[in-house]
Each structure stands twice: as structure tokens, then as C-alpha cells.
């Protein structure tokens, strides 16, 4: 009776009353959501893909009838890359608009700046990058992997599969690249018994590495391991190529590339190159192609979709999950719920929600090819969430 | 009016000015505003520390510095190490593996206090440095470049310089600095919870009074002789050099204030904000400090205080509604008002009498000359 | 570094010594059209870096229009459009005299602030015309690969670059001591209102050096797609290094800002290459810095200057 009620739109759902205890801003009819990304300033390049791909679930959600029956509505800020500017947007959704929850942020530092936001204002943020770990809230769910998630399966297959002993670690200057490669250094060294001929790191917006390239070459690494982002990305490939670098003669995996960055780079500057990701756009099941069909679809055919995109579009998914699963929209019982949400329409594939809220995934290697895309070339099994990992320390 | 007041306000109106603004900030904005509206004007209004330090610097001796944020930053860090360390205690540490250290040194793998740290314990240490460290560094490169008489241009570029190894430099040590993230999640002064409605009251009108207080500090010396020889300093450095004065002193003094002003806007922005990151103190954020200045109006120090508010006022306002069409008005408001109003807010005031009443502007004798004058003949543009 | 064989090290000292090269043809193509605007006319375009994302992009377009519609031209484009990117960077430079610059000779700081407002609009104009993405041309593939001799490789963008990194300063000098057009800019830089006396058309001076400096920053920006990307933001990520090549140079001289970029590369590039990453920048910036200070004037100096 409810469904018929519901589907003739007579009825909206359960009573407002009873779903929203604490003053969000929900309806009869609708709820409000806030989005904050950068949609300015030098981390716009990014967050473009996290935006579409939120925007995206949400329309598919309101298309299906909503959350408890109530249609989303969102309310876009522009953090433009400024975490001061993050805090500040954060505060004002959770404060003057009342949002139901919040799928934003991308750098470390602006989920760092909103952190203590959420926490004071009992918030819920939905956050899709791979990252650092050494965190874990009650009020954000982690929708990309933590760094272990990411590299110690990685590293695994690239020393078994090369068999690589010599690794040189590169990143760009910030607490990302340099936990991950925190990690990776105890994992090369304690676990593979291999050893790391060089760690460096260079200031986001470099793009001048003639000498680090001078000394890999003179290093000779079996494997390069790169995290670096942003514009230093292009110059570093670019740089590597022109000084005949190539996946010929060397080895290299990242974790910093998707198929945003390489639609930056030029597929051609990577080809042969390997990425660890949890998701690649070439993913071969029905969810995926359902997924990469309708964000054609919405955003055109030239459009790629990287790990983080994905990610994205996870959040709005596990959140209707939650609130169904709940029968309310009050945080606190969202909070509660999460851990054990599974969702098996992920393109990506199966993921469950851990109790220290952020998600079992898998992860896969990728090689890169001249069209900008991955072939997956290995896949592993589903990984448990550590962002606080014993002996990486 | 007593000699006293006299020196601080030239005219009636500007006295009058000066009140309407305590009144609109004291009383008008904190009943007509939410608390987390309110939170945003003190933000706001941190930035007008610098910009009166700019208002002395730039407007009346012609040094345009374009490193201001290096100060803010200093005085910033200097509180927020403060703070950092009360939100440290081993208890609420406990997760770490070497409890009771900031939680970024843990992740860098640190295992102890570095030694730069250990003072920053102490809340009068803490407040003394806000003042000092600014003032040293300014000093120490105001003096180098000033008796050599570096200037104008050759000035700003270097500051800036300086303010791009500043943001480097923490990006690069963040086992020490917390690096690019900042220092983040600070909850207390002395036992007191800055993050709840009362304690945001409360900073706002500290820096409400703080800033009042500065910006009466900063009328008291233009309108004494020590402000007219910063202004012979900017237009005729010559004939101060030959009149016995040390030019090279009177611009490093008046940029080591600027600079503990910029260092106490730090701080009073560190307590309401919650965090410090290098994004506050790069080239851009120190460039638009001089915005906030050059469009409030460079002479004036009222109207510099409001260029901070009406221009970040402007910046969350428009990034809500319009985030592309920001750019292209910051960008337009900012060529316009070098072009046509290079007083700013204030120097509009000499043109349109009625609002001069408004918004003090004890420049408007010195506001037709001041376009077409040459800036301060240094290497710079010393043909 | 016992590990190494001698001839490992010579080929990595030549190698060494390249990349110090490389980065020394880059920043003189970023401080040549800089120095050309600042030394000689006393304007600080802070808007510099945009007019370089500018000659990126047309280079981009460009790439892209040639892919579409003559592919068969793909190996050739990239130098024909070096000559586009001048020639649109040009004309909109010599607009932006014409609207901003010519109003402010006198104010020179000022010119730091207007440009830096016209910096913003066009780094919004550049995000919504060509999206927010860092993008990159399509390059000939004759320009990717690299010289090898045993073990050195010697880039050949780095060597392009090189090259007209020499092409565009000998054009400059030549233009600047041997034409009669910089006949007449030389000595409206020294006596404006006597050089309008005898005849000069100082306006028209000044919008040709402008215009000609903008130009110079097209090719510069148009070369840099050889080793990097271009986003809305690139311009920003150059200017400093620019102004520091062309400050610590001694503004007014060309021979000053070759003697600076190649001072700074090569400091550059050794400290990058003995310390890590960003303590190199961090250290070079520090050594400029000092430099200024104990020599404001510059490496340098001009001396033709006089009250």
C-alpha cells in the first residue's frame, strides 16, 4: 500500500517529524545536501570529476524516487582551493543551511582545515580521494582507499612480477605522498627486503626535474615509485620521456595517476607505465559500464572518469544506503549504521563499509596505454581498511 | 576637542567617522548577525591589522611590500604552536605512538619536542614572540635592503620572494611545521574552548578592540611629525637625507611595525579560524592583503579597514552565488581603482562630500597631488 | 659516490651539465620579454605569466586544429606556430598598452597591482574558455625522443628550446642596439620628453616595446609545452622566477638578464641535484635573495642610467 501511495506521489514518505530529530533542513519532500569542492583556483583541475560524478548519483538517486521519498537538493560552495575557504563553506552548510550531509573535499589539507568543523557542528562528510590514512571520524566516511589499501598490494605484485630489489621514492611536498611513501619505504625494506636508493620531494607547480632524472639515471632503480600530482605531473612524464626513460627501459608504478591526470599528461608519455588504483574506467563488469554509459551520457563522450570520480559516486549511493537502513536522516544514527553498508551496484564492484568508516576495496594494477587508458592487469582480493597500520609507523 | 584628540582626528568629521564605525562593528553587527557570520567579519577584520601596517608602509613612506603575509604567517604559527601544544597533551594523544607531541610530528615520525618548540609552552612566551619574531625578521631585511637603498620596485619583488621561501620552507619541513595541511584542530587557550559561540563572541570583540586600538595608534603617528617625515620620506627622499634624518632607519622602523601588525593579525586570526596553514601566507594571500588596502584606499587607515571588510565581504558573497564571475570583478574592481580611484573607498569620499562625513579621510588635502607624483626616487626608477 | 664508475659519472656530469642549460634557456625565455617591458620601460607586468599560458594555449589550439583538419602537417606545425603565438601574444599586449599601461608610466608600482588585476581576468578567461584541466598539444614526435652516446641522453626538447632560446635573444639584441627602431626605443628609455622634441613618436615606441615583449613571452609559453602543461593557472607558477631573473640581472641590461638566468639555472640545478627537491628551490631563492642585498642593482648593472 505504502509503495502505491508513494509511487502515485500522494504520499512522500515517512513523516518529517520522525526521520529528522535535529533540525535538518528536510521536508516533506525534499532533503538538502551540500557539495563543497573547489570549482576555482589550482585544485579545480581535480575536483571537476568529484563534482560531475557526485551530481550524477544524486540525479539517479531523485530519479528512483529519493531517499525516504524526499528528492535531494543540493547546495553547491566553492572551497576554491583555499582550506580557510573550506572551513569557512563548511561552517556555513552545517550551520545557516542545515545540510543533511556534505560529499566534498579533495586535498588532504582541505578535509584537514573542515575536520574539526564537522566534529564541532556534528556533520557528515562523504570524502572520495585516496589518501594518507592516520585518521579515521565518526563524522566522514572515507569513500577512497587509505594509503595501505593502495600500496602494500601494489608493491607485493611490482616486486614479485619485476622482481624489483631497488626502488627510488618520488612525491611532491606534501603529507600524502609523503606517509605513502613513509609506508612504502617499511614495506620495501622490512617485508620485501629490497632497498630504496633515493626519497625526494619536490614543491607542488615544479616542473623542472633535470636533475632528478640525472640521478635515477645514475641510481638505476629497478622501479620508480611516483607520487607526484598536480601540473609537476606533465613536466615529470614529459621530462622522463624526452630523457628516454621509457616503460622499455624502466619500471615505474604510481599511485597518483588516473585517468584525469592522463588526460594532462598525453597517454603517449605513459604508455607502459603502471598506476594502483582501486578502480580504473576500462574495469570490465556491468555496473561499470552501466556507470561509464550514463556519465557519456551526461557529460559527453570526450569525458574520463578516474579512481576519485568513482569514488565520488560512491558517496551519494552509501549515504541513501544509510539513511534507508537508518529510517532517519539524524547523523548520529547514520553514524551508527554505516559500518556494515554494502553496495553491490559499485562500478568498481563490491564494497562494504568498515567500522572504522572508511571502505573494503580491492585494489588492481593498470598499464597505461597510447589511448589514455588502463588494461588491467591484476586485481586483488578485498582489502581491509587500515589507516592507523601497525609497523608503518 | 583636546590637543590630544586633536592629534588623533584633524576634523570633526573624521572623529564622527570613527565612532559610526565602532558602533556599526561593536553593536550593529553582533545583533544583526549570527555568530558564525560574526566569526567571519572578525576573520575579516584580522586582515586590517595589515592593512593598516600597509596604510603606514605603502600609502604614507611608498614602500610597497609585497611579503606582508610572511608577518601574518609568523605571528600566526607563533599562536598556533601555542595552541597546537595545549591540544597535545598525552591524554588526548594517547593513539600516537609518542603521545603527547602534535599529531603531524607522530606522523612524521618524530619522537620528540623539537627545541624551537619547547618555548611556545609558555602563553607569555607565546604572546611576546607574536611581537618580536615579526619585528626581528623585519628588521634584519629592512635594514639589509633599506641602507642600501633598495626600494620601490626592487622592494616588492624581493618581499615577494620572500613570501613564495616562506611557504616553501613550512611545505618542506612538516615534520616541524605540520607542512602544507597546517596546524589543524585547535581547541583551547588556557583550559578555554575557542571553538563554542561565547569564546567567538568574545575573540571578535577583542579583536574588535585590538584593532580600534591600532588603528588610533596608527592616526597618532601620521598625524604627528614622525608621519609628515615618512610622507617628505616617500615623495622627497632627498631632501630628508639632507635634512639630517636616516632614511634607511625611518623606513625600517615603519616596516618592522607594519610587520608586528601583520604578526598580531595572525594571531587574532589563528584564534578565531582554528588553524594556520602556509595558503594564508603565500604570494597571493599577500597580494591581496595590498588589495584589500590599495581598495579601502591606500592614505587612509579607516578606509583601509574597510577595503578588508567590503573586499572579503565581496569574496564570500559572490564565490556563494557567482564562483567564475568573482575573478573577473576582483580583477576588474582592481585595475579600476588603480586607474581611477588610487585613494580607494576613502579617496571617493573627497569627491563625493556628502559621504566624507562617512569615512574619515584625513588625506584629502594631499589626495590631488598624490596621483600624478612620482613614487620614491630609489634604484628602482632613478632616472 | 664510490659506487660509480668514472665513465658513469662523466656522462652523468654531462647530463648535469645539460639540464643546468635546459633550465638556463628556460628562465632567459621567461625574463627576455620581462626584462625587455621592465628593464627598458620601467613597467612591472605582473601579468607576464598569462601572456606565456597564452602562447601555450595557442599552441594547443593550433595542435588541435592541425590533428582535425590537416594531419598530415603534424610533424611541422609546432614551429610555425611558435611564429602564431608571438603574433597573438603581441596584439593583445599591444592592446593592454593601449587600454591599462600607457595611463600608468608614471606610477610604476601601480602598474604591479593593474597588471595583477588583469592577471586574474585572464587566468578566469583562460578557465572558461579551455576548462579548468590542465591540457597539453599534441607534439611531433621528432621532438619527444632524445640524443644517446653511451650512456648520455641528451634531451632533444631541451635542445630546441636551447635553440631558440639563442635564436630569440640574438633577434632581441640585434633588434634592440641595431635597428632604428630600437635606436629610438634606447633613447626614449633615456630622455622621453626630448626624444618626443626631436621627433620620435614616443607612444608608438611604447606600445611596439610592450607589444614586442608580450610577443617574446608567447614564445617562451609556446616552448614550455614542450616540457610541461598548461592550466588556467601556469602563469602564476612562473612570474617569480621571472622577476628574479630579470632583478637580480640588473633590470635594464639584456646581457644582465642572460648573465642572471644563467647563474640562477645553474645553482638551481646543482643545489637540486646534492640536496633534495624542495630544499634546492628553497636554497636557490635564499642564495638570489642574498645576492640582492648585497648587490640591490643587480649582477649587472646598466650604465647608461643617469638622473
Known amino acids: 500500500m505504502m509503495m502505491v501511495l508513494s509511487m502515485a506521489g500522494l504520499l512522500a514518505g515517512p513523516p518529517t517529524e520522525e526521520v529528522n530529530t535535529t533540525g535538518l533542513a528536510v521536508t516533506d519532500d525534499t532533503v538538502t545536501v551540500g557539495q563543497l569542492h573547489s570549482a576555482t583556483g589550482t585544485m579545480a583541475i581535480s575536483e571537476t570529476g568529484s563534482i560531475q560524478a557526485e551530481q550524477l548519483a544524486i540525479d539517479q538517486i531523485n530519479a528512483m524516487g529519493g531517499v525516504l521519498g524526499r528528492q535531494i537538493e543540493v547546495i553547491k560552495e566553492d572551497g576554491a582551493s583555499d582550506w580557510p575557504t573550506f572551513a569557512e563553506k563548511a561552517k556555513k552548510l552545517l550551520v545557516s543551511d542545515k545540510v543533511g550531509t556534505v560529499f566534498g573535499c579533495w586535498t588532504s589539507a582541505s578535509r584537514k582545515a573542515v575536520l574539526p568543523v564537522f566534529e564541532k557542528e556534528n556533520g557528515m562528510l562523504y570524502y572520495p580521494t585516496f589518501y594518507e590514512g592516520l585518521e579515521q571520524s565518526k563524522n566522514v566516511i572515507y569513500t577512497g582507499q587509505e594509503a595501505t589499501q593502495q600500496i602494500i598490494a601494489g608493491l607485493d605484485w611490482i616486486a614479485e612480477e619485476k622482481d624489483a630489489k631497488t626502488f627510488y621514492l618520488i612525491g611532491s611536498d606534501y603529507i600524502w605522498p609523503r606517509t605513502s611513501n613513509k609506508i612504502a619505504r617499511k614495506h620495501i625494506e622490512n617485508v620485501l627486503g629490497g632497498k630504496v636508493v633515493g626519497e625526494e620531494y619536490y614543491a607542488l607547480g615544479h616542473t623542472q626535474f633535470g636533475s632528478l632524472i640525472n640521478k635515477i639515471k645514475l641510481k638505476k632503480p629497478d622501479v620508480i615509485y611516483a607520487i607526484v600530482v598536480g601540473g609537476s605531473n606533465v613536466s615529470f612524464y614529459k621530462q622522463l620521456k624526452a630523457a628516454g626513460i621509457?616503460?622499455?627501459?624502466?619500471?615505474?608504478?604510481?599511485?597518483?595517476?588516473?585517468?584525469?591526470?592522463?588526460?594532462?599528461?598525453?597517454?603517449?608519455?605513459?604508455?607502459?607505465?603502471?598506476?594502483?588504483?582501486?578502480?580504473?574506467?576500462?574495469?570490465?563488469?556491468?555496473?561499470?559500464?552501466?556507470?561509464?554509459?550514463?556519465?557519456?551520457?551526461?557529460?559527453?563522450?570526450?569525458?574520463?572518469?578516474?579512481?576519485?570520480?568513482?569514488?565520488?559516486?560512491?558517496?551519494?549511493?552509501?549515504?541513501?544506503?544509510?539513511?534507508?537502513?537508518?529510517?532517519?536522516?539524524?547523523?548520529?544514527?547514520?553514524?551508527?549504521?554505516?559500518?556494515?553498508?554494502?553496495?553491490?551496484?559499485?562500478?568498481?564492484?563490491?564494497?562494504?563499509?568498515?567500522?572504522?568508516?572508511?571502505?573494503?576495496?580491492?585494489?588492481?594494477?593498470?598499464?597505461?596505454?597510447?589511448?589514455?587508458?588502463?588494461?588491467v592487469l591484476y586485481e586483488s582480493e578485498l582489502i581491509e581498511p587500515d589507516p592507523f597500520p601497525e609497523g608503518y609507523q | 576637542m583636546p590637543l590630544f584628540l586633536k592629534t588623533l582626528f584633524k576634523t570633526r568629521g573624521e572623529a564622527i567617522g570613527f565612532i559610526a564605525f565602532l558602533v556599526l562593528v561593536l553593536v550593529i553587527f553582533p545583533l544583526a548577525m549570527p555568530v558564525f557570520r560574526l566569526n567571519l567579519v572578525g576573520k575579516y577584520l584580522s586582515f586590517g591589522f595589515v592593512a593598516i601596517g600597509l596604510v603606514l608602509l605603502w600609502g604614507r613612506c611608498g614602500v610597497l611590500s609585497l611579503g606582508q603575509g610572511v608577518f601574518f604567517g609568523l605571528g600566526g604559527y607563533c599562536m598556533a604552536m601555542f595552541l597546537k601544544l595545549e591540544a597535545s597533551d598525552p591524554e588526548s594523544t594517547s593513539i600516537q605512538s609518542t603521545p603527547g607531541i602534535p599529531d603531524f610530528m607522530d606522523w612524521n615520525q618524530l619522537t620528540a619536542l623539537p627545541w624551537f618548540w619547547e618555548p611556545f609552552k609558555s602563553l607569555p612566551f607565546t604572546i611576546l614572540a607574536i611581537f618580536v619574531v615579526p619585528a626581528v625578521v623585519a628588521f634584519i631585511i629592512g635594514w639589509a635592503m633599506f641602507r642600501r637603498k633598495v626600494g620601490g620596485v626592487y622592494f616588492a619583488i624581493i618581499t615577494q620572494a620572500l613570501a613564495l621561501i616562506m611557504s616553501l620552507g613550512i611545505d618542506g619541513n612538516q615534520g616541524y611545521t605540520g607542512g602544507r595541511n597546517g596546524i589543524t584542530d585547535l581547541r583551547t587557550l588556557l583550559g578555554w574552548d575557542i571553538r563554542t559561540e561565547d569564546a567567538q563572541y568574545t575573540l571578535y570583540f577583542l579583536c574588535v578592540v585590538l584593532l580600534a586600538l591600532t588603528a588610533l595608534a596608527a592616526k597618532y603617528i601620521i598625524n604627528t611629525r614622525l608621519g609628515r617625515v615618512l610622507v617628505a620620506v616617500r615623495d622627497q627622499e632627498d631632501r630628508v637625507r639632507f635634512s639630517g634624518y636616516d632614511v634607511a632607519i625611518v623606513r625600517t622602523s615603519v616596516f618592522a611595525f607594519a610587520a608586528v601588525l601583520s604578526g598580531i593579525g595572525g594571531a587574532m586570526f589563528v584564534l578565531q579560524v582554528g588553524f594556520m596553514s602556509p595558503s594564508i601566507i603565500g604570494i597571493v594571500p599577500s597580494i591581496e592583503m595590498v588589495i584589500f588596502t590599495a581598495v579601502g584606499g591606500r592614505l587612509s587607515v579607516m578606509g583601509a579597514i574597510i577595503g578588508c571588510l567590503i573586499v572579503n565581504w565581496g569574496k564570500t558573497a559572490f564565490s556563494e552565488a557567482y564562483p567564475d564571475a568573482w575573478l573577473y570583478l576582483m580583477g576588474g574592481t582592481f585595475i579600476s581603482v588603480v586607474m581611477f580611484f588610487p585613494n580607494g573607498i576613502a579617496g571617493l569620499a573627497e569627491k563625493f562630500p556628502r559621504i566624507r562625513s562617512l569615512i574619515p579621510a584625513s588625506v584629502t588635502e594631499r589626495i590631488k597631488g598624490m596621483a600624478t607624483k612620482k613614487t620614491t626616487k630609489t634604484v628602482s626608477d632613478g632616472q | 659516490m664510490g659506487d660509480y664508475t668514472a665513465e658513469e659519472l662523466q656522462s652523468i656530469f654531462i647530463m648535469q651539465g645539460f639540464s643546468g642549460l635546459?633550465?638556463?634557456?628556460?628562465?632567459?625565455?621567461?625574463?627576455?620579454?620581462?626584462?625587455?617591458?621592465?628593464?627598458?620601460?620601467?613597467?612591472?607586468?605582473?601579468?607576464?605569466?598569462?601572456?606565456?599560458?597564452?602562447?601555450?594555449?595557442?599552441?594547443?589550439?593550433?595542435?588541435?586544429?592541425?590533428?582535425?583538419?590537416?594531419?598530415a602537417f603534424t610533424p611541422y606545425y609546432f614551429v610555425i606556430t611558435i611564429l602564431v603565438a608571438f603574433v597573438v601574444c603581441g596584439l593583445l599586449g599591444a592592446f593592454v598598452e593601449w587600454l591599462l599601461i600607457r595611463h600608468l608610466y608614471h606610477r610604476p608600482l601601480d602598474t604591479l597591482l593593474a597588471t595583477w588585476g588583469l592577471s586574474l581576468i585572464l587566468q578566469q578567461t583562460y578557465r572558461s574558455i579551455f576548462g579548468a584541466r590542465e591540457v597539453s598539444p599534441r607534439l611531433p614526435d621528432w621532438l619527444m625522443g632524445s640524443f644517446t652516446y653511451g650512456d648520455v641522453d641528451i634531451p632533444i626538447n631541451g635542445v630546441f628550446v636551447l635553440g631558440l632560446s639563442v635564436i630569440v635573444t640574438g633577434s632581441l639584441v640585434y633588434f634592440i642596439y641595431k635597428s632604428r627602431f630600437g635606436l629610438k626605443l634606447r633613447s626614449t628609455v633615456q630622455n622621453r620628453s626630448m626624444s618626443g622634441a626631436v621627433g620620435i613618436n614616443t607612444v608608438k615606441v611604447d606600445r611596439l616595446a610592450f607589444a614586442l615583449g608580450c610577443g617574446i613571452a608567447g614564445i617562451a609559453g609556446a616552448a614550455f609545452t614542450t616540457i610541461g602543461s598548461t592550466g588556467p593557472d601556469s602563469g602564476s607558477r612562473y612570474i617569480v622566477d621571472a622577476f628574479l631573473v630579470v632583478v637580480s640581472g640588473g633590470a635594464a641590461s639584456l646581457l644582465g638578464t642572460v648573465g642572471s638566468a644563467f647563474g640562477i639555472a645553474q645553482a638551481q640545478s646543482i643545489l637540486e641535484f646534492f640536496l633534495e627537491g624542495t630544499k634546492g628551490k628553497v636554497a636557490t631563492l635564499l642564495v638570489i635573495v642574498v645576492v640582492l642585498m648585497i648587490r640591490p642593482q643587480g649582477l649587472f648593472p646598466s650604465k647608461v642610467r643617469s638622473h
Open chain 1, 246 to 375: 621509457t616503460s622499455e627501459k624502466q619500471t615505474l608504478l604510481t599511485i597518483s595517476v588516473t585517468e584525469d591526470e592522463v588526460l594532462g599528461i598525453g597517454g603517449e608519455n605513459l604508455v607502459g607505465f603502471y598506476s594502483a588504483m582501486k578502480y580504473f574506467q576500462s574495469l570490465d563488469n556491468e555496473n561499470n559500464k552501466a556507470f561509464v554509459a550514463a556519465f557519456k551520457e551526461k557529460y559527453g563522450e570526450d569525458a574520463v572518469i578516474g579512481d576519485v570520480t568513482q569514488a565520488a559516486y560512491l558517496g551519494p549511493w552509501l549515504w541513501k544506503a544509510a539513511v534507508e537502513k537508518a529510517g532517519s536522516f539524524d547523523i548520529d544514527k547514520i553514524a551508527e549504521v554505516s559500518p556494515d553498508i554494502e553496495l553491490t551496484t559499485a562500478p568498481e564492484g563490491y564494497v562494504k563499509i568498515h567500522p572504522n568508516h572508511h571502505l573494503w576495496s580491492k585494489l588492481r594494477i593498470g598499464q597505461w596505454g597510447e589511448d589514455g587508458q588502463a588494461e
Open chain 3, 22 to 71: 635546459s633550465l638556463f634557456s628556460v628562465l632567459l625565455l621567461m625574463g627576455l620579454g620581462l626584462a625587455l617591458i621592465f628593464g627598458q620601460m620601467g613597467v612591472i607586468n605582473m601579468a607576464h605569466g598569462e601572456f606565456m599560458a597564452l602562447g601555450a594555449y595557442t599552441v594547443y589550439l593550433c595542435s588541435n586544429i592541425t590533428e582535425q583538419f590537416f594531419p
